[in-house]
């Protein structure tokens, strides 16, 4: 017998560890996220260029594991072939630079792009994506939730929300129901912006590293596309801006944004201008101050929050977060 209905805003990692738990103690769970499709800011985009279609990784660059829950989920990914283990050459560079190999550790990444691990963990589940939600209204156990320009959905009897905290004060401010305690978390919640260019260079260059993380500058990380398993097509670069220019640049155009930081590239590391580009805000990317438990609880017990933003700059977090609140909804 299912033990109810439980719905998931949201269907990035936290969304579907959230689902996973739930489902694992016999709800029916659907999942609404607003997106074309699966991954947040694991996403991939597909981009034609001139020299030909290339994928891009251009949020997270890749993920790793420490826990057992996490770790076996992406041993289950390797095995369906959508995860695999970035090898590339990666260092740091000072502002001199002076360049020295990141320490070793296990770098996974998804096959052919970083949408494939969401993927996998969205495997069987009723996932509804182009669904905006905009608030919610009911009672505890009995949650409707509204879209824009769509139907309304449920009853629920358990409802799970991961989106990040700005956009989640706004949900729950015009929703029904006591919230207080977790919008008071989420106002002292501070994240940190990403400007991300993808970019396809003139002709194919070696400046000596596959992923480098960079100390001085616009750009903080960048990464080749090439070098990760799954991948090929032309020469194919991500370029993420640091947190500070991200802040200071958050409104410019995406276009001048683009120029500045393969402009950059060029003239640090000799990378050719590109005969494509384009840049992409992620306006909510890394947490700074989080509340440091893993998920948020209405006074009812049956709606909560889930997602990194609870604990720290990593996906294996939004897991555990997002696993947390479904065992916790579950019971």
């Not at 998931?8 to 738990?21: D, P």
């Not at 070793?104 to 949408?115: A, D, I, L, N, Y």
């Not at 996998?120 to 505890?140: I, M, N, P, Q, Y």
Request: glycine fraction near 12%.
């Amino acid at each position: 017998m299912a033990n109810g209905r439980a719905a998931v805003i949201g269907a990035g990692l936290a969304g579907s560890a959230a689902a996973r738990a739930l489902a694992a103690r016999d709800f029916t769970v659907v999942l609404f996220d607003k997106g074309r499709g699966p991954g947040g800011r694991m996403s991939t985009r597909r981009a034609e260029t001139p020299l030909g279609p290339v994928r891009f990784d251009h949020g997270a660059q890749f993920i790793t594991a420490t826990g057992e829950s996490f770790s076996e989920f992406l041993e289950q990914a390797r095995t369906a072939g959508a995860a695999d283990l970035w090898t590339g050459r990666t260092v740091s560079i000072d502002r001199g630079g002076n360049a020295e190999s990141l320490r070793e550790k296990t770098r996974w990444v998804g096959v052919p792009g970083m949408s494939a691990i969401v993927k996998t963990a969205l495997d069987g589940f009723d996932a509804r994506f182009g669904r905006r939600a905009s608030h919610v209204s009911g009672e505890a156990g009995a949650w409707m939730i509204h879209f824009e320009d769509s139907p309304v959905e449920g009853p629920f009897d358990r409802l799970v929300l991961t989106l990040p905290p700005e956009q989640l004060i706004e949900f729950l401010a015009r929703s029904d129901g006591d919230f207080s305690e977790i919008i008071a978390e989420a106002l002292a919640t501070k994240l940190s912006p990403c400007w991300a260019v993808m970019t396809v260079p003139a002709n194919a260059a070696d400046p000596g590293f596959d992923g480098a993380k960079l100390l001085g500058g616009a750009v903080r990380w960048m990464a080749r596309m090439n070098s990760r398993p799954g991948q090929d097509g032309p020469d194919a670069w991500v370029l993420h801006a640091s947190p500070d220019w991200s802040e200071a640049f958050l409104e410019s155009d995406a276009d001048t944004v683009a120029r500045s930081l393969t402009e950059e590239a060029f003239i640090r590391f000799g990378l050719p201008m590109p005969v494509w580009s384009q840049a992409h805000r992620w306006r909510y990317a890394l947490v700074t101050e989080a509340p440091g438990t893993p998920f948020g609880l209405d006074p009812s017990g049956t709606l909560g929050c889930a997602g990194d933003w609870r604990l720290g700059p990593r996906a294996e977090l939004a897991w555990e977060s997002g696993e947390a609140l479904g065992q916790t909804l579950a019971d």
